[in-house]
C-alpha cells in the first residue's frame, strides 16, 4: 500500500469513532464544527484533546476563546453533524445551553466543558489540550451517533 495522505485517510477510516460538535464563542456569537478527532488523555486531571484543521474558522475560534464545549451526537443526528459539517442538507436550527463557562448543543447525548491549557503544532492541525471543567448527560441518552468507513453508521441492535 502507498504511504500517502489518501491512503493514510482510508486506513484510519477503518477505526470507528463517535460523532461530536466542538462549540466556542467569540464576542457573541457560537462557531461549531463536527469532529471525531476528540479523545480522552488524563484522568487526573481530567483532560482530552481535540484537533482541528488549522485552516477551519474554529481553529481561530476555539484559540480565542480559550474555552469550549464538546457535544457527543445521538445516532439520529446525522443531519446535525453534517450542519456542522458545512454539508448540504435539512435545515437544521440549532440551540445551544450554558454549560459551565462554554455553551453545548442543548439536544445532544452527553456534553463537557474544557479550557484549554495548550495548542499545539500538529501539521495541517492544531492539537488543543484541554481541562473538562463541566460534564453533563441527557436524561435518556441513546446511541451514539458513529462515523467508520467514510459513513454514518449506528449501533445494531
Same mark, same amino acid.
Given at each position: 500500500?502507498?504511504?500517502?495522505?489518501?491512503?493514510?485517510?482510508?486506513?484510519?477510516?477503518?477505526?470507528?469513532? %463517535?460523532?461530536?460538535? $466542538?462549540?466556542?464563542?467569540?464576542?457573541?456569537? $457560537?462557531? %461549531?464544527?463536527?469532529?471525531?478527532?476528540?479523545?480522552?488523555?488524563?484522568?487526573?486531571?481530567?483532560?482530552?484533546?481535540?484537533?482541528?484543521?488549522?485552516?477551519?474558522?474554529?481553529?481561530?475560534?476555539?484559540?480565542?476563546?480559550?474555552?469550549?464545549?464538546?457535544?457527543?451526537?445521538?445516532?439520529?443526528?446525522?443531519?446535525?453533524?453534517?450542519?456542522?459539517?458545512?454539508?448540504?442538507?435539512?435545515?437544521?436550527?440549532?440551540?445551544?445551553?450554558?454549560?459551565?463557562?462554554?455553551?453545548?448543543?442543548?439536544?445532544?447525548?452527553?456534553?463537557?466543558?474544557?479550557?484549554?491549557? @495548550?495548542?499545539?503544532? %500538529? %501539521?495541517?492541525?492544531? $492539537?488543543?489540550?484541554?481541562?473538562?471543567?463541566? +460534564?453533563?448527560?441527557?436524561?435518556? @441518552?441513546?446511541?451514539? +451517533?458513529?462515523?467508520?468507513?467514510?459513513?454514518? @453508521?449506528?449501533?445494531?441492535?
Amino acid at each position: 500500500m502507498e504511504l500517502d495522505a489518501r491512503a493514510f485517510r482510508a486506513t484510519l477510516g477503518m477505526f470507528a469513532t %463517535g460523532v461530536t460538535v $466542538i462549540s466556542a464563542q467569540t464576542d457573541r456569537e $457560537i462557531h %461549531g464544527m463536527t469532529a471525531n478527532a476528540v479523545t480522552s488523555v488524563s484522568l487526573d486531571p481530567l483532560l482530552l484533546l481535540v484537533c482541528v484543521d488549522r485552516r477551519a474558522r474554529m481553529a481561530g475560534a476555539i484559540t480565542a476563546a480559550g474555552q469550549f464545549a464538546v457535544s457527543i451526537l445521538r445516532d439520529d443526528q446525522e443531519g446535525v453533524s453534517r450542519h456542522f459539517a458545512g454539508q448540504p442538507g435539512p435545515v437544521v436550527q440549532p440551540a445551544f445551553a450554558p454549560l459551565g463557562p462554554a455553551h453545548r448543543l442543548e439536544d445532544c447525548m452527553a456534553a463537557m466543558a474544557c479550557a484549554t491549557e @495548550r495548542v499545539f503544532d %500538529g %501539521g495541517d492541525h492544531i $492539537i488543543v489540550l484541554a481541562q473538562v471543567t463541566a +460534564l453533563w448527560h441527557a436524561d435518556v @441518552r441513546g446511541d451514539p +451517533l458513529l462515523y467508520f468507513g467514510g459513513r454514518y @453508521r449506528q449501533i445494531a441492535p
